[in-house]
């Protein structure tokens, strides 16, 4: 049930046709798992935050450092050495007290990561490195939740929204590729952009509303300004999702 309050912070978003008061209660009543509070991780969590998703389990491990500040926005000078979920979950209850956040400075590994996504609706892929994305991809694909994938470089971003047993899923698209870990260039706007499609995303799915990324990889090369859309299929022998 919606507070008189929440009628009118979600007033705009509650016109949209289609939407509307049980679009908003969806939204009260799930629970989003965000890997990765960095570039990626910030703006996902701030326009799901604001939009009024109940609950944000946040989960990284890193601390503030200098050098995020040009991209990772829910961070600043004054958080430099603390831990990135608590600077994120300080902001973001001031952004929104009406959410939920749950902060939970831990590493995603193979031991812990359905332990981590338990009782979550869906994972939003906010991280950094091929191996642990894999990872919470196979998590989503056991647990029968959506997984939202973004990634960064440089100028250029993907995102791609997987549907476990329904759809493509990351390992279709990558072939078990890897690539090593490294420090890699990228501009605070890129992550920007990608985050709020993947974001985005997720609103879509809970409310029920168009037509979901699935099978499609969007490509977006912000020094052309383009997107391109590139297709996915859905590999039957695919060692995440294919047929046992």
């Given at each position: 049930m919606l507070t008189s309050a929440e009628l009118e912070?979600?007033?705009?978003?509650?016109m949209i046709y289609g939407f509307g008061e049980e679009g908003q209660?969806?939204?009260?009543?799930?629970?989003?798992?965000?890997a990765g509070a960095g570039g990626l991780g910030s703006p996902v969590a701030i326009y799901l935050a604001a939009a009024g998703i109940g609950t944000l389990r946040i989960v990284d491990h890193?601390?503030?450092?200098?050098?995020?500040?040009?991209?990772?926005?829910?961070?600043?000078?004054?958080?430099?050495?603390?831990?990135?979920?608590?600077?994120?979950a300080t902001k973001l209850r001031k952004l929104n007290p009406n959410?939920?956040?749950?902060?939970?400075?831990?590493?995603?590994?193979?031991?812990?990561?359905?332990?981590?996504?338990a009782d979550c609706d869906l994972i939003v892929d906010?991280?950094?490195?091929?191996?642990?994305?894999?990872?919470?991809?196979?998590?989503?694909?056991?647990?029968?939740?959506?997984?939202?994938?973004?990634?960064?470089?440089g100028f250029e971003?993907?995102?791609?929204?997987?549907i476990p047993r329904k759809t493509a899923c990351l390992n279709c698209l990558?072939?078990?590729?890897?690539v090593p870990e490294e420090k890699f260039p990228v501009i605070g706007v890129t992550p920007a952009v990608v985050g709020c499609i993947q974001a985005t995303e997720v609103i879509k799915y809970l409310v029920g509303l168009g037509e979901l990324l699935t099978d499609r990889l969007l490509v977006y090369d912000a020094l052309k300004?383009?997107?391109?859309?590139?297709?996915?299929?859905?590999?039957p022998n695919c060692k995440h999702c294919g047929n046992p």
């Open positions: 912070r979600y007033d705009r978003q509650i209660e969806k939204l009260k009543s799930a629970r989003a798992f965000i890193d601390k503030v450092e200098l050098s995020n500040l040009n991209r990772q926005v829910l961070h600043w000078e004054e958080n430099i050495g603390g831990e990135k979920v608590y600077s994120a959410v939920k956040v749950e902060a939970v400075a831990e590493t995603i590994t193979e031991t812990n990561a359905s332990q981590l996504v906010a991280m950094d490195n091929l191996p642990t994305r894999y990872l919470l991809n196979r998590t989503a694909i056991e647990k029968e939740i959506p997984f939202f994938h973004g990634a960064v470089y971003g993907r995102v791609m929204t997987v990558y072939h078990d590729a890897n300004m383009t997107f391109i859309e590139l297709k996915v299929k859905k590999d």
